[in-house]
């Protein structure tokens, strides 16, 4: 099991940059694929961003490509989302999630542990 806690949120103007943080718990963080998730008010979970178990790999949902990085150091047990020129309709509260997955899963049923979000506004 995986405990999972998020920093790095708050209030940006659009345009602006972010990053956020995910610490996990445990001794077998390199076990699991990483993955962001954003929900804004009114609206369901969606998917942002997940990296494989190795950091190999990753894959962005379209509306975040080319402006979000996600990154994980196995060393500090820690995913990052870089969040780079961000737009209003990026506002939400993002979640850190792990999956014990082999590839890159982006459905929020794949991923059983879930951090308890970090707030994301962005003012335009």
């Known amino acids: 099991q995986v405990q999972l806690v998020e920093s790095g949120g708050g209030l940006v103007q659009a345009g602006g940059s972010l990053r956020l943080s995910c610490a996990a718990s445990?001794?077998?963080?390199?076990?699991?694929?990483m993955g962001w998730f954003r929900q804004a008010p009114g609206k369901e979970r969606e998917f942002v961003a997940t990296?494989?178990?190795?950091?190999?790999?990753?894959y962005y949902a379209g509306s975040v490509k080319g402006r979000f990085t996600i990154s994980r150091d196995s060393a500090q047990n820690t995913v990052y989302l870089q969040m780079n020129s961000l737009k209003p309709e990026d506002t939400a509260l993002y979640y850190c999630?792990?999956?014990?997955?082999?590839?890159?899963?982006?459905?929020?049923?794949?991923?059983?542990?879930w951090g308890q979000g970090t707030q994301v506004t962005v003012s335009s």
């Open positions: 999630a792990a999956a014990l997955a082999v590839g890159l899963p982006i459905a929020n049923y794949a991923y059983p542990y």
């Open positions: 445990g001794r077998t963080f390199s076990s699991y694929a």
């Open positions: 990296i494989n178990r190795s950091g190999g790999s990753t």
